[in-house]
Every structure is written in structure tokens, then in C-alpha cells.
């Protein structure tokens, strides 16, 4: 049975780590998969940052044009684009984008007196005039524009070349947009030899601190990037995952302390087996002993030649009294210790005068041979407490009998008795040999007996639980101090 129990255990223990195992790595998965959605959206709030961004250079660009063109000089850049293929073992397309600025004064084309504002429709004519004539420009720059996926992409590449010179990307400015949208981040401006087109990502899943960081190209004819870098705080990523936590948590707890529950159930019903099986052991060799002298002494009552001392005759009435009277108190403890509730238990109250009362107990002591053992009874003389004769009697019975058997050949045991704040104290001391620490919290369990004394003295295990039982009856409370091999002192406060 013991190694079944160990093995279910152990069993269990595995059970609960594997299923802990697997909820973490179900967790850290569902984690990493919302990580990811977050940093997505995240990326995605980045790239609408950068736009908006881009939105309000271009806005401050033809603004400035416009300025420039009421003053009555400006200047545009016009790009035109060249597409070359080249043919062998596959066709090699190229593409070059040329961007010519041009000098003019819109007010001159027009015909205009410098200072006058420009309509919509005006300035519309002029680009159209300085395009139809494309010559004499100021500055011409060249572009490999291969690596845009049409023709498009390199207009706007080029116009974003134009935003550059006149309204140039920077750290702050982008900065400011990101923080508005409440994203913090790092960032770098870098420029590369290369033509860079597409947007780069980069996601980093660690755990404790993930982050994302975008490259994303602003001026793609010059290779001019921008390096954002966020830091993710996984406490925002947490909310997304609320219901699943909670739902997760709830089924663990609830797996977890069901096994636990089966678990020592299994463990319970073990040691009430054992319990039970000790207990009808002790019980039946505790009866033997009265049985067996009772059987003796009314055998030697039917010996008429052994009555007829009459010494011997009081002998034998004397000793089968004793066993009688060891029946009564085994049944007695059986009766009260079943009890289900302390009220239950049925108490004839009066005033009884505690010192006399241990006299008596003293009296009716046994001392088993080759054991000396001398009962002091330092109670005060005029201290009544209002107990149960027969019960408060049992109850120092038991706790001197118990200080006799788990003691060495000289017993002393010594009795005090003293009123404190309405309360009466009685303290049993003697010079026995101590209970052990591992002993001492489970002493007053029914059947519990200690590793210290299970085998070499008799009994049921019954004992102390009576007393506590009787104790608490009587509206007190009991409890010990002992260490092993320095004897043990009972404390019983009564109230007064």
C-alpha cells in the first residue's frame, strides 16, 4: 500500500509539473503570437507617422513655392526618366531618373507686375510655360532609378528628392509626430551609397524587452534612411490577453488543487486505514490484559482450597475490581472520545477543592515496581474550581500516569496551582523524557502515538485526546512545553 501511495506521488507531482510545463509553453507561445500582432500594429502606426510627417514636409514645400512665386522668383526641378533594355541570355532593364532644375520668374512669364498674387491657374501656366521650354537649366542631377517597380515609383522618388532639398526630413520632426502618437522610440538618419526602395523590419520577440525597428528609406534616388527603433513594454501587450489568462489561470488553479485534493484524500483514507488497523491491534492486546486477570482471579475464586485464605480471597477480589475498573475507564474514553462536539459531552458541575482533589489522584496512583516516584502537590490550599468531579479526576489521572510511564526509574512530578486574572492554572511538571519537537503538535490527535513511544509502552493513542476533550468541555484550554530528554509540563486554565 505504502509503495502504491509513493508511486501515485510521485505520479501526481509529475502530472502537475508537466501540465505547468505545458500551460507555460501554451502561454509563451499565445504571448509570442500576440507580441507579434502588437508589433505589427506598431510597425503600422510608425509607417502613419511617416507619412503624415511626409504629408506636412510636401504642405510646407509648396508652400514655400508659392511664397517664392508672389515674391517673383522660383525655381522648379522637373524629372524625366530614360528606360534601356539590353538583351543576351536574359533582357536587363534599366532605368535612370534625371531631375533638371530650372530659374524663371512667373511674374516675367506672365507678364505680371512683380508682387501681384498668383491664382492656382496661374501658377499652373507658368510650370506648363518653364516645361514647354526646358532649356538653360541651373542644376541637373542623375539618378539610377533601376529599382523602382515602375514608372511611378520613381516619380515619386523623385518628387521626394525635391521635398529633401527644400524641406529636409529630421530626427526632431519625426520625433515629435511619434510622440504625439504616443509612441516612443529611437532614431537615425543615415545615408548609403545604395538606392534603398523598400521598407525594412526588423522584429525582435525576446521576452523581457521586445522592440521593432523600421528603416525606412525618405529619399530613395540618395539613399537616404530613416531608423526607427520602439521599444515594446509587455505590459501593453498583456491586455490583448486578458481573457485568455484569466480563463487559463482558473482551469490550472482548478486542475492543480483537484489533484492535490485526490491526492490526500488518498493520503487520508491511508492513514485512517492505519489508524483503524492500529487501533484494533492495541485495542484488542489493551483488553486482553483485563480479560485475561479476570479469568485468572474467577478461576481462583472456584478454588475452594484459595478462598478459604481469606487474604488470598481479598487479593483475588481486589484484582478483579482493578480490572474492572481498567474495563470502565477503556470504555469511558471510547464513549467521550466519540463525541462529535465538546457540549455534547454530559458534565455533572460543582465546587471541588483542587488540592484535595489531587491528593486523591495521588493516592490512587499506581507505582509500578522498580520505579520510585514522588508527587509533590505545591496547588494552594483554598483554590475551587467548578469542574466535573469524575471527568477533572480522569483528566490528572491520565496526565500523571502518562508522566510515570515515559519516565526513567526516579519519577518526580511536581503539582502547582495558582489564580491569575479569573483564571485558575494548574501546571504538571515532571522529569520524564520529554516529548520530540516532531511529536509535539500531533499529541493530542486521537490514536496518534508518538515514534518515541510507539511499541514500548502499551496503549490506544487515546489518552491526551481524552484529556483535551475533558479540558475543552469544561470551557478551558491545555497545552505542553517539553523538549526531549527534559521532561514535559501540562498547563490546564480553567476560568474561575
Given amino acids: 500500500m505504502e509503495k502504491r501511495i509513493k508511486a501515485l506521488y510521485i505520479i501526481t507531482i509529475i502530472a502537475i509539473m508537466a501540465f505547468l510545463g505545458m500551460q507555460f509553453y501554451w502561454l509563451r507561445s499565445r504571448y509570442e503570437y500576440s507580441l507579434r500582432e502588437y508589433e505589427r500594429a506598431l510597425c503600422d502606426r510608425i509607417e502613419r507617422c511617416v507619412d503624415e510627417y511626409s504629408e506636412i514636409r510636401n504642405s510646407s514645400s509648396k508652400q514655400d513655392v508659392e511664397d517664392r512665386q508672389n515674391k517673383g522668383d522660383d525655381e522648379i526641378s522637373i524629372p524625366t526618366f530614360s528606360l534601356s533594355q539590353q538583351y543576351g541570355d536574359s533582357v536587363k532593364t534599366s532605368r535612370t531618373a534625371k531631375i533638371m532644375t530650372y530659374r524663371y520668374s512667373a511674374h516675367e ?87 534603398v526602395w523598400k521598407i525594412k523590419k526588423d522584429y525582435n520577440t525576446s521576452l523581457f524587452s521586445p522592440s521593432v525597428s523600421l528603416t525606412i528609406p525618405y529619399s530613395q534616388l540618395e539613399g537616404r534612411t530613416a531608423t526607427i527603433v520602439s521599444h515594446v513594454n509587455p505590459f501593453d501587450v498583456l491586455p490583448g490577453m486578458w481573457q485568455t489568462l484569466t480563463i487559463t489561470l482558473i482551469v490550472s488553479f482548478l486542475l492543480i488543487v483537484c489533484l492535490i485534493l485526490q491526492f490526500t484524500t488518498v493520503l487520508k483514507l491511508s492513514r485512517l486505514d492505519k489508524l483503524r488497523n492500529s487501533f484494533i491491534t492495541t485495542m484488542i492486546h489493551e483488553l486482553k490484559r483485563p480479560i485475561s486477570t479476570l479469568k485468572m482471579c474467577i478461576s481462583g475464586l472456584g478454588n475452594d482450597r484459595l478462598t478459604e485464605n481469606g487474604a488470598i480471597k481479598k487479593e483475588l477480589l481486589s484484582e478483579t475490581r482493578n480490572a474492572l475498573d481498567n ?22 458541575i460543582q465546587s471541588i477543592n483542587l488540592h484535595e482533589l489531587f491528593d486523591t489522584v495521588d ?36 496526565l500523571v500516569e502518562n508522566s510515570i510511564k515515559y519516565s526513567g526509574p526516579e519519577v518526580k512530578i511536581n503539582a502547582e496551582g495558582f489564580e491569575t486574572d479569573g483564571f485558575v492554572e494548574l501546571k504538571i511538571r515532571d522529569n520524564g523524557n520529554g516529548i520530540p519537537s516532531a511529536d509535539l503538535k500531533h499529541i493530542f490527535s486521537r490514536f496518534y502515538r ?5 511499541g514500548e509502552q502499551p496503549g490506544m493513542g487515546l489518552g491526551l485526546a481524552y484529556v483535551k476533550l475533558l479540558v475543552e468541555a469544561h470551557g478551558g484550554e491545555i497545552n505542553v512545553e517539553s523538549s526531549e530528554g527534559n521532561g514535559t509540563c501540562f498547563t490546564i486554565t480553567l476560568p474561575q
Fill in 363 to 398: 493516592a490512587a496512583t499506581l507505582r509500578p515496581s522498580g520505579k520510585e516516584v514522588l508527587i509533590i502537590n505545591k496547588i494552594t490550599a483554598d483554590i475551587n474550581v467548578s469542574v466535573d468531579r469524575s471527568h477533572f479526576y480522569n483528566i490528572l489521572i491520565n
Fill in 327 to 348: 474495563l470502565a475507564a477503556y470504555f469511558s474514553k471510547l464513549r467521550d472520545i466519540t463525541f462529535n462536539d465538546v457540549e455534547q459531552i454530559p458534565l455533572n
Fill in 450 to 454: 508518538g515514534k518515541a513511544s510507539a
Fill in 109 to 195: 512669364l506672365l507678364g505680371l507686375k512683380p508682387g501681384t498674387p498668383l491664382s492656382d491657374e496661374q501658377r499652373d501656366r507658368v510650370i506648363d510655360m518653364v516645361q514647354n521650354r526646358m532649356d538653360n537649366p541651373v542644376d541637373s542631377s542623375v539618378y539610377d532609378a533601376s529599382g523602382a517597380r515602375d514608372e511611378n515609383e520613381a516619380w515619386i522618388a523623385s518628387k521626394n528628392v525635391q521635398t529633401e532639398r527644400k524641406n529636409p526630413f529630421t530626427a526632431a520632426g519625426i520625433d515629435s509626430i511619434l510622440a504625439k502618437a504616443g509612441i516612443r522610440s529611437m532614431i537615425n538618419l543615415d545615408k548609403s551609397d545604395t538606392t
